[in-house]
Structures are given as C-alpha cells and as structure tokens.
C-alpha cells in the first residue's frame, strides 16, 4: 500500500504561489479527481507534485520519501508518475519508440513494454506507427503507456481526455479505472469533464482560487444540487 501524501502545500513558479496550503492523499487503489474552474492551480498542483512546478512551503512524501528534493525523473523512479496533457508523445517516433524512449535507462525495457501493453492491449494495435499520425485517443493511449513505463505506483494524470470525443472520454477514463484495480495504481486526475470523472472517482477535491475549497467522496460531491455551477461553470 503506497500513500502519495501533501500536507500544507505551497506551490507554483518562480516565487509566486499559485496553490496555497493544500493537503491531500491518494493510495493506492483509488482514484481521486481534481475539479476546479479555469485558472484555479489544477495543473500547478499536479506539476509540483511531479517535480515540474515548484513546491515553496509544506510537505510532500511518498510513504516516507520526501519528494521535495528530488527531480521528475528521481521521483518516477520513486514511483510517481506524470502524464502531461501537452507534448506526451515524441511525434516522429513510433508507438513502441515512444515507449522504449520513456524507459530509457532501465535495463529490462521489452519486459517492461511487454506489462504496458497487456495493460493497455490497444496499444498493439498501433505500436509501429508514428505517433504524429495517430488520432486523439490513440496518442492520449500512447502517452499514458509511457507514463506507465515506470512501474508508478502513483500516478498523476493532467486532463487525459482534451479533446476527445464524448465516447473516447469514458474509453479513457474506464481505462484508468481499470488501472487502479488490476494494477493497484492511486490517482490523481485533473479533469474538465467533471461528471464523468467524478462517476469513476473514488474521492474528490475541489480545487478554488489556488485553495482547496471541498474533499470528500466523489459521489456526495457529485449529488450536490448546486455543484456543477458553482465549480465547473459550463462543463459539469
Ligand atoms: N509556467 C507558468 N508560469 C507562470 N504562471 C503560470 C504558468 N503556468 C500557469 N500559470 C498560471 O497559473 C495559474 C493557474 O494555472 P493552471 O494551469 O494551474 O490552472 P488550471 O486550474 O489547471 O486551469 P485550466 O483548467 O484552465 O487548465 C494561471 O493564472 C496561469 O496563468
């Protein structure tokens, strides 16, 4: 049982913070969605967690690694993983490129892009194509494949459905239900399509101004009657 773990948490870049006194903890098993409006510090959250953003006050443990000092690449090796909603995939590389590449270093990488695929099977479909080529959830597939070429135990996942079609967005996001109960990852997602995260998610955290306005399971969060104005504006 792994714990992703922050407590009074100041984030954001160069001095100033963008999120301020956030505590939090995702285990593994479980899936917890991160909802906001624009602007609120979702995706700043995420990237200090992953070491891309800079955390300025509190703390952030992984069990009981302090992550604070460590680089991206360190804290993936620690088991925590970071799926960008930009630039995810090389596009002139192929699919199975693109995964070799995430795991550079290791030295059992076809074992390890062996477990990806038979976790995400759809990927076989397209390994051999250039990942330029490839439609929307293909690439957003392809990405979360490298994520996983890590091994994460925890994994932070910053809007994995932009842009995708209505029916893609709950392809991807069964998928990463899926993960946390064959491979027993946490969670965190930032995500727009508030309503359908939140029916997958086990937990959720309302993220307002930089400051976290509401914690608690996603389905109380998600019954109430007010919610989606006065959190989501036009995508609840
Ligand atoms: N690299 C950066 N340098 C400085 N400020 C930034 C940077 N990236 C984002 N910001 C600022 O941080 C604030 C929060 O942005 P962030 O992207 O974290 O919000 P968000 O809740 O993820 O929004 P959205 O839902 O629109 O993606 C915004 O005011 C934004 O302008």
Partial sequence: MTQLHL???????GGANIVSDITLSVASGEIVTL????GAGKSTLLKSLAGVARVTQGHLTVDDTDLIPLSPFERATRGVAFMPQDRNVFRTLTVAENLET???GYDDIPARKEEVIAL??????????TAGGLSGGQRQMAA???TL??????????????????????????VLQTLTRRAG???LIVEQNARAALARADRAVVL????????GPASELAAEPDFGALFFGDHA
């Fill in 208 to 215: 307002v101004d930089g400051r976290l306005r509401r914690a």
């Fill in 185 to 187: 990852l946490g969670i």
């Fill in 35 to 38: 909802v906001g409006p624009n």
């Fill in 149 to 174: 070429m890590s091994r994460p135990t925890i994994l932070l996942v910053d809007e994995p459905t932009a842009g995708l079609s209505p029916n893609l967005v709950g392809e991807m996001l069964d």
């Fill in 144 to 146: 979360l494949g490298m």
């Fill in 7 to 13: 407590q009074n948490l100041c984030a954001g870049y």
């Fill in 120 to 129: 995400l099977p759809t990927l076989r479909n397209y390994l051999n194509k």
């Fill in 102 to 104: 995430s795991a550079w």
